[in-house]
């Protein structure tokens, strides 16, 4: 399956014009309630997660927003105070349409918080549980138990997923997304139940993780991976979905970010591969645009073009490796300025509009 962005042409109007609409509001995912987001280092997965629960929280549907890596980059992306152990709403859905949208909270999930929340939800440790943190026993139990702390993790993902009208108090979400570690750790952090055979052959820990491993790999899930189109993150995407369905964990889509604009025909590409541009037509282009076609500035201007080409060639190689995936792809053009929270949302819109969300 291929999607391409503007699939839809932009000129038309959601709300007024119903084939439009139809098209804006489908989703490829209507049955995944939790959406993990990895991808290489670099390569734009948080950013692709915020944006994507910008799209899911349309329609007054509210999305939860978690980080695991303690980086706090959902705070900074939304330009908000630093993220506390608790669900803190952040933004308001993208609108489609005349529906009001939902909301976005997000979730910074601390290992040791949610070790703290488990033994005092699970054994009854409020006070004691404190006073083990202040010994040192839950850093200690978090750092040389990583399938431990991994549980823990997901175990508070698992938790919002899971949540009904029995959890008192507990606000309860259409969707979750997690911006999870990168490609190369992705299955060994789901794939809890595995992470924790060595340490607990029986007990709460092994249960727990056996629990969410139902989760994890039922079609309520898929794994997104966030890619380039450059060989390293094309290559490690492709041995990340090779292994996620060793570990039989369900492979969502790839999403291609940055991608630079396609604007040229590939004439005009191939000419200025080949060194054959029109020097002369560029000059007089120049001329018209009140520019002075001097040596240097052609010169430069031709440099530039070749490198442009070849990046353009180098990318479409990539994008046949990511097409013969055998996954839905997904394609975000690279946002002119950076990325803040107007950006977010241009990109949550290119995401709707392609079928992600």
């Not at 200690?140 to 949540?163: I, S």
């Not at 249960?207 to 790999?217: G, K, P, V």
Request: hydrophobic residues 45%; contains cysteine; charged residues 25%.
């Amino acid at each position: 399956m291929r999607y391409v962005a503007n699939a839809i042409p932009t000129n038309l109007d959601p709300a007024t014009d119903s084939a439009a609409r139809v098209a804006f509001m489908s989703s490829d995912w209507p049955r995944v309630q939790l959406h993990v987001v990895t991808g290489k280092g670099g390569t734009g997965k948080s950013t692709v997660a915020a944006a994507l629960a910008l799209a899911l929280a349309g329609h007054g549907k509210n999305v939860l927003l978690c980080e695991v890596e303690g980086r706090q980059g959902v705070a900074r992306m939304f330009d908000t105070d630093p993220l506390p152990y608790a669900e803190t709403r952040i933004a308001t859905g993208l609108r489609t349409g005349s529906a009001e949208p939902g909301s976005v909270y997000a979730l910074h999930i601390d290992a040791e918080a949610a070790l703290l929340e488990y033994l005092r939800m699970y054994y009854k440790l409020g006070p004691a549980g404190r006073a083990l943190d202040r010994f040192g026993v839950i850093e200690f139990a978090t750092t040389v138990a990583p399938g431990v702390r991994d549980v823990l993790l997901t175990g508070k993902v698992f938790e919002a997923v899971q949540r009904n009208s029995r959890n008192k108090g507990a606000r309860q979400y259409d969707a979750v997304v997690l911006d999870a570690p990168p490609t190369g750790r992705i299955t060994s952090f789901l794939n809890v139940s595995e992470s924790v055979a060595g340490l607990a052959k029986v007990g709460p820990i092994k249960n727990q993780a056996d629990t969410m491993m139902t989760l994890f790999r039922s079609p309520r899930t898929a794994v997104h991976l966030v890619t380039l189109l450059e060989e390293m993150p094309v290559q490690e995407t492709a041995d990340g979905i090779a292994e996620l369905r060793r570990a039989r964990l369900p492979v969502g889509g790839v999403i291609v970010d940055q991608v630079r604009p396609r604007d040229l025909p590939q004439e005009a590409l191939a000419a200025a591969r080949a060194g054959t541009l029109d020097r002369a037509a560029i000059a007089r282009d120049l001329t018209s645009a009140g520019l002075e076609p001097s040596d240097a500035l052609l010169g430069g201007l031709l440099t530039e073009a070749a490198e442009h080409a070849e990046r353009r060639a180098l990318e479409d190689e990539q994008r046949t490796v990511v097409e013969g995936l055998g996954v839905p792809t997904y394609e975000l053009e690279r946002v002119a300025g950076g990325i803040d929270l107007g950006g977010l949302y241009q990109l949550a819109t290119e995401l709707k509009r392609q079928g992600m969300a």
